[in-house]
């Protein structure tokens, strides 16, 4: 009874968007507009395609070394191109005016915040009888739950990030083949809470061809048209399947001409979707294979820029390449002199608490469990990710809020109570074609729900959806996925 409610509720909700869509075509456009937050997009130039750029560099970003500060919300901009923005938010700092080159430098500026060289406006340290303040350094999933939940009547927060939105990362597999716009999936950092900001400048360049061969040239053809994707965990798997339901169903009937050269081939050194149980595995190796995915056993010892070369001597040409291996720390992480957990992380106690620093908590990706604590390094997931930033602002408003009349005070001098416990709730994974699979054990040795087809893609579709972090982006994907149930993917940039 509740499979056969879910469908129809998922039923009856793409109907009634795409009665919308049809009424009220240009609302999309009206939103869109009103988005006062515009994504960067950065697309390398190459012949024959187009490039957008909508960044600044920093020779071109304006500077004011005395910009006035508001109680709103802090963004700085980081690594080699600046986005020059404007923030006002409800209870977060707002700066506006920067011009900087690397994260390294960050760290170093704000340690002498009396110098006269500190030059992130008039930002200064916290004194007694102030807010308490908060530093976030990061925009990842972590980190935006975290900003989503923190109490900004208690707290200043200031966010740090090399970017300006976070991206929903379980949904990114349908933007690379126009199921879904990327802006569907891109979070706005200053909408995390009630913000307003404003992207002054930007540039747009049209990049042009240069020459035309009009030779046929079959090996180049297969070379240019193979899609190889290594590795089989949950994002590689979901691409593959995203990536051959778009050829089936698109490319073969644009590019007839040259479907028989179209291929996509999965990397991985065991089997795919080592995490998931034996008969799901089964079930995804079956399907991907039925629809063109061409599965192959093997390490990676060479990449070059037209072919890979396998750890037993093969030779494997491509035309594009994605790596979906998993994730490993930052350089920026990597430089920190502070104590590292198994795998290169940044060691964090029970509590999340970098114990050699005071008032530092790290989590996400960037985070681990130090050997001492006793505990294992969990797995670089949004899942985890979502949980640790749900605890820590729990943490920050229940605990450390009500310490010293909501006056600054040290977080060693508080009581956290619990420590962080993780406990797995499942993994879910599409694998094209209206199809994907929904694992509910939390470990390996332990029953549960295991299931996969059609009903198991409903699923994955509402539970993601529900995730989303804003009604906006949630309205949004609904839209993306009625109009392509309805009139196919909008790949006019692909084609």
């Avoid at 009634?16 to 997009?41: A, D, K, M, Q």
């Avoid at 198994?342 to 469990?369: K, M, N, T």
Wanted: glycine fraction near 8%; charged fraction near 20%.
């Amino acid at each position: 009874l509740p499979l056969t409610v879910t469908f129809l509720s998922y039923f009856i909700n793409t109907i009634f968007i795409c009665i919308l869509t049809y009424v009220l075509g240009p609302c999309e456009v009206i939103i869109h507009l009103l988005s006062n937050v515009r994504i960067s997009r950065n697309w390398k130039q190459s012949s024959g395609t187009y490039a957008i750029n909508r960044c600044i560099t920093e020779s071109d970003a304006p500077v004011n070394h005395n910009a006035e500060t508001v109680d709103k919300m802090l963004y700085l901009q980081t690594v080699r191109k600046v986005d020059h923005m404007k923030f006002e938010s409800r209870g977060t700092r707002a700066v506006q005016g920067y011009r900087f080159g690397h994260a390294e430098r960050v760290h170093e500026d704000f340690v002498d915040l009396k110098s006269d060289k500190f030059r992130y406006g008039n930002l200064e340290a916290t004194k007694p009888g102030d807010k308490p303040r908060v530093v976030v350094l990061g925009t990842g999933w972590a980190a935006c739950r975290f900003l989503k939940g923190i109490d900004t009547t208690m707290y200043n927060v200031v966010c740090i990030s090399p970017r300006n939105h976070m991206v929903f990362t379980p949904l990114l597999a349908s933007t690379c083949v126009g199921t879904l716009e990327f802006r569907s999936v891109a979070e706005p950092v200053g909408r995390v809470q009630a913000a307003l900001a404003k992207d002054p400048n930007s540039y747009f360049y049209l990049a042009s061809c240069t020459s035309v061969d009009t030779d046929k040239h079959e090996e180049e053809k297969e070379q240019m048209l193979h899609c190889v994707v290594i590795g089989g965990g949950p994002t590689g798997v979901e691409f593959s399947g995203e990536l051959s339901d778009f050829i089936v169903r698109d490319v073969y009937q644009r590019y007839a001409h040259v479907k028989n050269y179209v291929c996509v081939t999965l990397i991985e050194a065991n089997e795919i979707l080592s995490s998931f149980d034996v008969g799901l595995r089964q079930y995804a190796t079956k399907h991907l294979t039925k629809y063109g995915v061409r599965l192959v056993r093997g390490v990676v010892k060479e990449v070059h820029a037209k072919k890979l070369i396998l750890s037993d001597g093969s030779v494997v040409p491509y035309g594009l390449l994605v790596w979906s291996t998993g994730v490993g720390p930052s350089e920026f992480i990597k430089q920190l002199k502070l104590p590292k957990s198994p795998g290169g992380r940044i060691g964090v106690d029970e509590w999340l608490r970098v114990p050699s620093v005071e008032d530092v908590f790290a989590l996400g990706d960037c985070a681990g469990f130090l050997e001492q604590t006793g505990k294992p390094v969990l797995p670089a997931l949004a899942q985890v990710a979502e949980r640790q930033g749900k605890y820590l602002v729990e943490l920050f408003n229940k605990k450390i809020a009500k310490q010293n009349a909501g006056k600054a005070c040290s977080a060693n001098d508080v009581n956290l109570g619990d420590p962080f416990v993780y406990k797995h709730l499942g993994s879910m994974a599409s694998v094209g074609r209206y199809k994907a699979l929904v694992d509910l054990t939390q470990s390996k040795d332990a029953k549960g729900v295991s299931m996969a087809g059609f009903v198991s893609w409903l699923i994955w579709r509402s539970a993601y959806l529900t995730r989303v972090l804003s009604w906006r982006n949630r309205l949004y994907v609904m839209i993306n996925w009625a109009t392509t149930l309805v009139f196919g993917r909008d790949n006019s940039r692909i084609g």
